[in-house]
């Protein structure tokens, strides 16, 4: 006969999410949308893209046949809402990482663990679930109304972690807004045209915009987006090396960490500078290392 120990009761299941109405709010610093993309924002909220026709339609291309549950549900509307902001209106791809959607819609949670590596360790950044974002993007995908080719995902081996995901919503996805494939290609045409005068801002002038397929000026953005995602994991250990080189330590262990870091970047020309001049760099490396290390002065 099986006992239980009255000092460690069973934990129990609970299948309740931790946000149960996630939604996305378009930040007030977003002004120049285009008017497409603010359209396709506001359809978000007048239609049920999970319950369109387009939706019910690809219903029986999905490896379930339920009807999804209230959750998945209010996690896949909220997606799409914030994907529609972030649509690139000539390549469809979204410009916005898995991550960082999941925290504007309020579908990341912290664990109780990761909050407690970060009070132990205050260099350590924590790890959120974005589970439900997982989740629902796999439907969408099913569903047809994103593709994002396992091709198309590549594999940090320094950081050892997959990039940003790279994806593109489809024509269904427009349909499932109530958007016809004539006025997407319309959108496209006159986006790329006003594209082709500016040029784009990653280095194209607007001639050889110009002369590019739309193919071409998708592999082309897709090889961007590689680009930008390996400078944040970059950027992310750089912030991580300074925070654990300044905390926690004191004041005078923080400006020799300062001192040695303008010696490095000196080189040779350390011997030709004042003392003055030398101290003024050390004091705003300092400050630099305090600002991006979040370190703040104990209080007396």
């Known amino acids: ?41 506001n359809k978000c909220d007048q239609i049920n893209i999970v319950k369109s026709d387009a939706a019910v339609y690809m219903r029986p291309a999905l490896k379930r046949n339920k009807v999804f549950y209230p959750d998945r549900e209010k996690a896949m509307r909220a997606l799409a809402k914030v994907f529609c902001e ?23 949670t912290i664990s109780e663990a990761e909050r407690k590596k970060a009070e132990d360790d205050p260099s350590y950044s ?31 081996k320094h950081a050892g972690q997959w990039l940003d995901k790279y994806f593109e919503v489809t024509e269904l996805f427009f349909k499932a807004l109530g958007i016809t494939p004539e006025r997407v290609a319309k959108q496209r045409a006159a986006r790329l045209k006003y594209l082709q005068k500016k040029g784009l801002d990653n280095g194209l002038t607007a001639d050889q915009l110009g002369s590019m397929s739309i193919t071409e000026i998708k592999e082309r953005c897709r090889l961007a987006h590689y680009h930008r ?32 870091a303008v010696l490095k970047k ?15 760099l050390v004091n705003q490396e300092l400050a630099k290392l305090r600002s991006i290390a979040e370190y703040a002065p104990p209080s007396h």
Not at 129 to 155: C, N, P, T, Y
């Open 229 to 260: 995602a390996f400078e944040r994991i970059k950027d992310k250990r750089a912030i991580t090396k300074v925070k654990r080189s300044m905390n926690p330590k004191t004041p005078e262990q923080q400006r020799h960490v300062a001192q040695q």
């Open 266 to 280: 000196l080189g040779a020309a350390a011997s030709m500078i004042t003392l003055s001049a030398f101290k003024d």
């Open 86 to 108: 972030h649509v690139n209106v000539v390549t469809h791809q979204v410009k916005i990482s898995l991550r960082n959607a999941a925290d504007a819609t309020g579908l990341s």
């Open 1 to 41: 006969m099986t006992t239980h120990n009255n000092n460690n009761p069973p934990l129990l299941y609970c299948n309740k999410v931790k946000n149960p109405d996630p939604a996305y709010q378009v930040p007030a610093r977003h002004t120049n949308r285009l008017a497409f993309v603010r359209d396709l924002v």
């Open 126 to 156: 924590p790890k959120p679930s974005i589970s439900r974002v997982s989740r629902a993007f796999k439907d969408m995908v099913e569903l047809g109304w994103i593709v994002a080719h396992k091709e198309w995902q590549v594999w940090d």
